[in-house]
């Protein structure tokens, strides 16, 4: 069964840092493109981050630039955002996708790019 799972969010004070992770399982991340995205409570999905297959092409929502890093360990078959200097508005569920482009360089924020989502995570940060 091919599938994401992805860790606890939690409750972190502005400020605070928190790592989110997502295990695959039934497949490898090693070529493909992932992501991160968020819906606060009441909009719409948006991009937070992605990174392509080959490693070296990533891209920010501008907000969490400087504060957000996304990576994988191919090891664990594991994919990982950092998460800094949090804001209440960063307040949302977060969510783990993966996707394949034939250029191993390419990866967008643009959710119909992914085919493979892990469940939603709340992140919520208080002021």
């Known amino acids: 069964q091919v599938q994401l799972v992805a860790s606890v969010g939690g409750l972190v004070q502005a400020g605070g840092s928190l790592r989110l992770s997502c295990t695959a399982s039934?497949?490898?991340?090693?070529?493909?493109?992932i992501g991160w995205f968020r819906q606060p409570s009441g909009k719409e999905r948006e991009g937070v981050s992605c990174i392509s297959s080959s490693d070296d092409i990533t891209d920010y929502k501008d907000s969490v630039k400087g504060r957000f890093t996304i990576s994988r360990d191919k090891a664990k078959n594991t994919m990982y955002l950092q998460m800094n200097s949090l804001k209440p508005e960063d307040t949302a569920v977060y969510h783990c996708?993966?996707?394949?482009?034939?250029?191993?360089?390419?990866?967008?924020?643009?959710?119909?790019?992914?085919?493979?989502w892990g469940q939603g995570t709340q992140v919520t940060v208080s002021s």
């Open positions: 039934g497949f490898t991340l090693d070529h493909s493109a």
């Open positions: 996708a993966m996707g394949y482009y034939t250029d191993s360089r390419r990866a967008r924020l643009v959710a119909n790019d992914y085919d493979t």
